[in-house]
C-alpha cells in the first residue's frame, strides 16, 4: 500500500492522483478465524489493529453491518480528554490521551488530532473547589490541568457571555490543555487501512443475525454473508451490544441504549479556538469549531431508550437555548444539520471492558457519551484482554461483576440511571 508522504502527495498531484491504492481491500469472508470482532467503528477496528500489532494475531476479522464508521464513531462531536478522576477511569484515560497524541505518526494517516484545550465553565466557589479537586488530582496522576480565573477566560474566549446578572454568572474554568477534537472519519479510516496492512479482513455490510454456541462457548457466527466459524468474538457494537448478547442468550447487560444528538452550523469565520463545556443548574451544553468553520455541538441525550439513529425536536430547542445563553452571538447563526446516534449507557457512567459468561467472548461496551476519545484506548486494553485471556490491572474493575463487588465507577455522582450519566 502506498505510504502518505509529501513526496508521495506530490508525486501524485502531477500524474492525476493515479498512483494511489485502495485503502483496505473489500473481503469475502473466509469460513474460520482466530478472532471476529463485531463492529466496524473505533473501538472494533482499533481492537483489530493492536491484535495485530502488539499481539501478532494474523487470522482476525471485523464485521460491520453497514459502513465504517456509520455508527457512533461517526457521528460524535470528536471531543478527546483525560480529565477524569476515578481510579482505573484515570491511567485509562490518560493512556487513551497519549495514543491520542501520536496517533497520526502510528497510523501514517493525519486524524487532524487539534490540541485546542477543552476549558470546562465554572459557576459558584464550590464548582471551583470541586474542579481544583480533580484538577489537583489530574496533575498528580501524571496529566494536565488548570484552573482559569476570569481575567484569563476573558482573554482566550472573549465571546462568552460574562454579562453578571446572567442567571449562572461565569466565574473561571477548568481546563486541560491537551484535550482537543479529531476528525472522526479519518480515525476510523485511518485504523481500517493500518489494519488492513497488518492482514485483518475488513468486512463491512456483514450483519450478525444469529450466533451458535456449544458447550459455554461460540462456535460461530451467522451473518447475512454466510456462517462464520471463529475460535473467539469479541463485542463492540456500541448502542447494539444488548441486541447481540439477546443473540447470545445471555440474558440482560446492565446497560441501556438511548439517544444522543449532535448539530453543526453554517460555516463561520473563526470564533472559537477551544472546546467548551456548559454545565450546570441542568443545562450540558458542549461545543467547538470545525476547521470548516462549522460550530459543532451538543447536550443531553433524549430522554427516551431506543436502537434509532435520530432524535427528538425538544433537544434542538434545548441545545439551542444553551447556545445562545453561552454564546449570545450565536443568535442568528443557522443550523446546517443535526443527527443522532445510539449511546451504550451502563448503570454507573463507566464501561465495561471484561469477559463474559462464555469461555470465548469478550464484551467491549457501556461507552455512554465517552467512547471516541477512549477509542484508541479501549483498543489497546481490548486486544490484550482478548489475547491473553485475562485483564489488565487498568480494566480489571470495568467488568460486569463490579456492581455485585459493591464498586461503582461513577464519574458524576449520579447514581444508578443511565439516562443520567452524560
Ligand atoms: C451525538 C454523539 C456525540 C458524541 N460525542 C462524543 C464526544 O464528543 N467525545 C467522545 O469521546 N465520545 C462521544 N460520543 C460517544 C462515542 O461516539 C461512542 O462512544 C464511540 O464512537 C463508540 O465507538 P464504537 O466503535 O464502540 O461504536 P460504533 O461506532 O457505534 O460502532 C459499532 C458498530 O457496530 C455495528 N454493529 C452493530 N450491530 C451489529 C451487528 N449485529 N453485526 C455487525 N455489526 C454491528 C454498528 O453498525 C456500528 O458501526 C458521542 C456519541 C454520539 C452519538
Given at each position: 500500500m502506498t505510504r502518505f508522504s509529501a513526496w508521495n502527495v506530490i508525486k501524485n498531484g502531477l500524474s492525476n492522483q493515479k498512483g494511489w491504492d485502495r485503502q483496505w481491500q473489500d473481503c469475502e469472508p473466509k469460513d474460520q478465524y482466530d478472532v471476529v470482532i463485531v463492529g466496524g467503528g473505533i473501538h472494533g477496528l482499533a481492537t483489530a489493529y493492536y491484535l495485530a500489532k502488539n499481539h501478532g494475531i494474523k487470522n482476525i476479522a471485523v464485521v460491520e453491518k453497514g459502513w465504517l464508521g456509520g455508527g457512533n464513531a461517526g457521528r460524535n462531536t470528536t471531543i478527546v480528554r483525560s480529565n477524569y478522576f476515578q481510579p482505573g477511569n484515570r491511567q485509562f484515560y490518560e493512556h487513551s490521551l497519549k495514543l491520542w497524541e501520536n496517533l497520526s505518526h502510528e497510523l501514517n494517516y493525519?486524524?487532524?488530532?487539534?490540541?485546542?484545550g477543552h476549558v470546562s465553565l465554572l459557576h459558584s466557589p464550590s464548582a471551583i473547589d470541586t474542579a481544583a479537586r480533580r484538577y489537583n488530582t489530574m496533575r498528580l496522576t501524571g496529566s494536565d490541568a488548570e484552573i482559569w480565573g476570569l481575567k484569563k477566560l476573558k482573554q482566550k474566549i472573549p465571546h462568552l457571555n460574562y454579562n453578571v446578572n446572567a442567571r449562572f454568572p461565569i466565574m473561571g474554568a477548568a481546563v486541560q490543555k491537551r484535550a482537543g477534537t479529531a476528525r472522526h472519519d479519518a480515525v476510523v479510516w485511518g485504523f481500517a487501512r493500518a489494519a488492513d496492512q497488518r492482514g485483518v479482513n475488513i468486512i463491512q455490510n456483514c450483519e450478525v443475525i444469529g450466533i451458535k454456541r456449544d458447550k459455554g462457548k461460540i462456535i460461530g457466527l451467522e451473518t447475512s454473508r454466510g456462517f462464520i466459524n471463529c475460535k473467539k468474538v469479541g463485542f463492540s457494537a456500541a448502542g447494539n451490544t444488548t441486541l447481540l448478547w439477546n443473540m447470545a442468550g445471555l440474558g440482560e447487560l446492565p446497560i441501556e441504549s438511548h439517544k444522543l444528538q449532535a448539530f453543526v452550523t453554517e460555516p463561520l469565520k473563526p470564533l472559537l479556538d477551544h472546546v467548551v463545556v456548559f454545565g450546570v443548574g441542568g443545562a450540558h451544553f458542549y461545543i467547538s469549531q470545525s476547521d470548516k468553520g462549522g460550530l459543532v455541538f451538543g447536550g443531553d441525550l433524549d430522554s427516551y431508550k431506543s436502537y434509532a439513529q435520530r432524535g427528538n425536536l425538544p433537544i434542538v430547542q434545548d441545545v439551542a437555548e444553551c447556545a445562545t445563553s453561552i454564546l449570545p452571538c450565536l443568535g442568528r447563526v443557522r443550523l446546517l444539520r443535526h443527527w443522532s446516534g445510539t449511546c451504550d449507557m451502563s448503570m454507573d457512567g463507566s464501561h465495561f471492558i471484561c469477559k463474559t459468561p462464555l469461555k470465548n467472548l469478550y464484551l467491549n461496551a457501556g461507552w455512554n457519551y465517552g467512547g471516541f476519545k477512549a477509542g484508541p484506548s479501549a483498543g489497546w486494553y481490548f486486544a490484550d484482554l482478548i489475547a491473553n485471556d485475562r485483564p489488565d490491572g487498568v480494566i480489571a474493575n470495568h467488568d460486569l461483576k463490579r456492581f455485585e463487588r459493591g464498586i461503582n465507577i461513577d464519574e458524576r455522582g449520579a447514581g444508578p440511571d443511565p439516562k443520567l450519566h452524560g
Open positions: 493525519n486524524v487532524m488530532f487539534s490540541q485546542r
